[in-house]
């Protein structure tokens, strides 16, 4: 009995510990392999991580263009990048001038010089308002907001004939003068800009200019006479005077000068009061400038001159 009372013990023991192995065993293979359970799909197929990877992308480079997600169709396009040979073109007809650089034109300039007659009788008596035109090449060179322009003009001093006499003169003293005279000045204006707006189209220039004119034609003076039933005709009114043929005649016609007739004033060379010279000087000079592209400038000139008012335009073409 002892015996069989121990087997049966021995043999409850065995099966004890068969069942604690299997056990034991179940819980090393469920933490030994969990990757292999978590493989499977919930609809029980097995399918590796990098299989599905490479279906998504293969869905995303097969999807159609109109088939973007959502929010994608709602980005702008991105606008090009503007061609650099526009952008280089756009510049250099830039108006604007950059400091340092010197912007070089040639162009012609027309001016219309006004010598009123109350300056005249600023130094003498009669006279008469005349209009002296200007024109020529200019030559224009800019730097740092300085510029200098450079001209050789043609001006015409014609004038019809009007009376004349110094202020000091008596009545008698009376000249007819007349001129075909002209002249050709080489000037320089010295002119500081201000611009008015900042792409350089617009701005103001201010400064003043000197030059000298060579003479040319003839200077023509006569002494003279109120004519018949015109003893007290105004020195205005120069049809109602006649030319002096000699002297002796009348208090008008004497010998005080050799002014008769079609005389010739000789010029300073030749011992005369006609000048051979003539100075330019201008100051103040306010010109407004416009420069739509950086190849063309024009300008408006105002000023004062020795010899009067001025008026004037210019046009240059950038060198």
């Known amino acids: 009995m002892y015996h069989l009372k121990m087997g049966r013990q021995l043999a409850v023991g065995v099966h ?60 702008l396009p991105e606008t090009p990048p503007e061609p650099v040979e526009a952008a280089e073109a756009a510049d250099d007809n830039s108006p604007f001038e950059k400091d340092g650089k010197a912007h070089k034109f040639i162009g012609l300039r027309l001016r219309n010089v006004i010598v009123p007659k109350f300056m005249i009788n600023l130094f003498a008596d009669g006279g008469a308002s005349v209009n002296v035109f200007m024109i020529g090449p200019e030559f224009t060179s800019r730097k740092n907001g300085l510029e200098i322009d450079l001209a050789l003009s043609y001006a015409d001093y014609s004038m019809d004939p009007f009376l004349f006499k110094g202020k000091n003169d008596d009545q008698f003293a009376w000249e007819m003068v007349s001129s075909d005279m002209k002249l050709v000045y080489f000037t320089s204006d010295l002119l500081f800009d201000v611009p008015i707006d900042e792409k350089g189209r617009f701005s103001l220039l201010v400064g003043g200019g000197v030059g000298i004119g060579l003479v040319f034609g003839n200077l023509y003076r006569a002494q003279a006479f109120p004519g018949p039933g015109a003893q007290n005709a105004s020195p205005d009114d120069v049809s109602a005077w006649n030319k ?29 009061a006609k000048p051979s010279v003539f100075p330019w000087i201008s100051f103040p000079q306010v010109s407004f400038r416009y420069k739509p592209i950086k190849q063309v400038q024009t300008r408006l000139d105002a000023g004062f001159s020795i010899t009067g008012l001025f008026f004037g335009l210019s046009a240059g073409y950038g060198l």
């Open 16 to 75: 004890a510990r068969t069942a604690a192995l299997a056990t034991l065993a179940a819980l090393l293979g469920a933490l030994g392999f969990p990757a292999t359970a978590r493989a499977q799909s919930e609809d029980g197929s097995d399918s590796a991580p990098d299989d599905s990877l490479a279906a998504e992308k293969q869905a995303k480079d097969e999807q159609a263009p109109g088939d973007e997600a959502p929010g994608e169709k709602d980005k």
């Open 244 to 272: 002096c043929s000699a002297g002796g005649g009348s208090p008008y016609c004497d010998f005080s000068n050799n002014h008769y007739g079609d005389y010739d004033e000789p010029s300073w060379i030749n011992g005369g």
